[in-house]
């Protein structure tokens, strides 16, 4: 099992920034790539970003390319969501989510998820 909790979410003006973290405890050493997804009231869940946990690779969907960045710290098992740029319509809850199995970037397959923490963008 792997434990996922995420912090660092909060109010912000449009054209600001914020970082979310999310940290993973349990069987972190099987960790084969986290990614970030978010949710707006009465919208479906979105694809928001993805690292591969071993190599570093990233993924991002053009909604968020080159406003958003995903790295990781393996040493303190956490990933990090660094949103830039930031728009009202970026207002969702975002969940962070991890998986033990390999399968490609582009797969939104993931085992464990986070609870997710409040992200409000004001214009």
């Known amino acids: 099992q792997v434990q996922l909790v995420e912090s660092g979410g909060g109010l912000v003006q449009a054209g600001g920034s914020l970082r979310l973290s999310c940290a993973a405890s349990?069987?972190?050493?099987?960790?084969?790539?986290m990614g970030w997804f978010r949710q707006a009231p009465g919208k479906e869940r979105e694809f928001v970003g993805a690292i591969s946990w071993t190599g570093g690779g990233t993924l991002y969907p053009d909604s968020v390319k080159g406003r958003f960045t995903i790295n990781r710290d393996t040493g303190k098992n956490t990933v990090y969501l660094q949103m830039n740029s930031l728009k009202p319509e970026d207002t969702a809850v975002y969940y962070c989510?991890?998986?033990?199995?390999?399968?490609?970037?582009?797969?939104?397959?993931?085992?464990?998820w986070g609870q997710g923490t409040q992200v409000t963008v004001s214009s």
């Open positions: 989510a991890a998986r033990v199995r390999f399968r490609a970037l582009s797969d939104f397959t993931y085992e464990y």
């Open positions: 349990g069987r972190t050493f099987n960790l084969y790539g």
